[in-house]
């Protein structure tokens, strides 16, 4: 058999498997994670399923138009959701490139020339030359390299997608979070103030009681140190407040400073909602950015072990060119002056020291850290629900205790007001029953804040925070 039709057959059989989608590498299947049925941490009162349009915007669930206002903010202003964007855009551009290895390349060329040549008798003769050709070259795809490349690059994109909305969650609860430190830091100053308003007139009360000699220089002493020891909180407090606003400013994306005025008017902090509900973890558990940006990672990694595997086999190319040239620019491509070639190789790797193979088990390597990076992940997630539902438990607990607490301090504190002024009791209860008011009362705020931060770690956790159709617009409409 000749050379030539030994080529033509190896040619013909390359095509057909190529036609065929014979890929080397291994064939991608999503790994399967066993879920538990029901949460550990939650009670039975939240074993519902929760509706996918509240999980999408769960922050309209604290009914506090200041917070909806700030998040839609965040999102439209952010410099981080603005990098993750480019770089949906970056790995959409790099699989362009790829996708353009698919298909032949094309390149065409040009030239003109002139010469001169002189006779014996010094007379020039100036000549010109044209000349332009198209060359083409195309890698056929026989054991799949390049289209596991193009898979490679889908799953990129896809990883850089998740990766956006990932940013989307945390920023919205970045922001949540943000602003109940704000609202809880404005509660208690403002139970500060409340509270130094009412120890300033126990000090008059004892100022005048020791001038009317029924009462002691300790007793008016006692109640001045109760009263700059509560106006001592005060500084501290609002230096928290200023650095959460300052923190709240740049989640939004503007300079420290300029937020003062949205939220200048204080208000409480936002109440969570009594039916705070779970569903089933597999359900919720997939709208989770960074479990898909996992179960993507892994599908690019094992599109990767098939390119890896295509380097070992040969390399099938198909070459053609045509060209003509002429001294008239106009007769170019003059059937008498164009010439044509097409023709086809073959590039096969004969000696690498072993290092096309060892690329392989790279990306073998790679393919199981990807994996166990993929339970990490969920194993992560599940427990990031389970600690919000027990924090959230606990919170929920301290708070009714609290607040019983509270209106006992209250009472306390009214009772011994009024016996202290009927000589019943010393003056060392009423200010051991204030300072036990304020503590109670700063507590509960706190308690507060903390059940609604437990009750945003849990809609986090549970991949709340995007909506599909909506954020699919903005990634895919850039």
Request: some cysteine.
């Amino acid at each position: 058999m000749s050379k030539r039709k030994l080529l033509s057959r190896m040619l013909t059989s390359a095509l057909l498997a190529f036609l065929g989608g014979c890929a080397v590498g291994p064939d991608y299947v999503a790994p399967e994670f066993d879920m538990p049925a029901a949460w550990a941490g939650a009670p039975q009162d939240m074993q519902v399923k929760v509706r996918a349009d509240a999980l999408a915007e769960w922050w309209t669930l604290f009914d506090d138009p200041a917070l909806v206002g700030l998040v839609k903010q965040a999102v439209s202003n952010s410099p981080d959701l603005e990098i993750a964007l480019a770089r949906v855009r970056e790995a959409r551009a790099q699989q362009g490139v790829v996708r353009a290895d698919l298909i032949p390349g094309i390149d065409a060329s040009s030239s003109a020339s002139t010469t001169s040549s002189e006779d014996r008798a010094g007379v020039s003769d100036w000549r010109e030359l044209y000349t332009a050709g198209v060359d083409a070259v195309w890698e056929i795809d026989i054991f799949g390299g390049r289209r596991r490349s193009l898979q490679s690059a889908n799953a990129n994109i896809e990883i850089r997608e998740a990766d956006y909305f990932d940013v989307l969650i945390s920023l919205a609860a970045e922001t949540a979070f943000t602003y109940v430190d704000i609202r809880a830091f404005q509660e208690r100053l403002q139970i500060t103030q409340s509270n130094l308003e009412a120890q300033q007139e126990t000090l008059v009360l004892t100022l005048w009681r020791a001038q009317a000699g029924i009462g002691t220089s300790l007793e008016v002493e006692q109640a001045r140190s109760n009263l700059e020891s509560t106006r001592a909180l005060i500084p501290a407090l609002e230096g928290e407040l200023a650095a959460a606003l300052n923190r709240l400013s740049i989640i939004l994306g503007e300079a420290p400073g300029g937020l003062d005025a949205i939220i200048v008017q204080r208000g409480p902090v936002p109440v969570a909602t009594e039916d705070m509900a779970a569903g089933v973890p597999a359900d919720l558990l997939r709208q989770r950015p960074d479990i898909r940006s996992a179960e993507r990672s892994l599908a690019f990694q094992s599109a990767r072990i098939g390119v890896a595997e295509a380097n070992l086999y040969p390399k099938f190319f198909l070459l053609g060119s045509i060209g003509g040239s002429s001294m008239e620019i106009s007769d170019i491509f003059g059937s008498a002056n164009v010439a044509k070639s097409f023709s086809s190789s073959i590039t096969t790797p004969i000696f690498q020291a072993g290092r096309l193979r060892q690329n392989v088990r790279v990306e073998d390597a790679l393919f199981e850290q990807a994996l166990a990076g993929y339970e990490s992940t969920v194993l992560s997630a599940l427990k990031e629900v389970e600690d919000a539902f027990a924090s959230l438990n606990a919170t929920r607990q301290t708070t009714d205790a609290l607040e019983n607490g509270v209106d006992a301090a209250r009472n306390a504190y009214e009772f011994a007001r009024l016996e202290y002024e009927a000589g019943v009791i010393n003056f060392f209860q009423v200010l051991d029953a204030q300072r036990s008011l304020l503590t109670q009362e700063d507590s509960l705020v706190q308690s507060r804040a903390s059940e609604t931060t437990a009750a945003i770690a849990l809609y986090k956790a549970l991949g709340g925070g995007w909506d599909a159709s909506a954020t699919n617009e903005t990634v895919h409409g850039y």
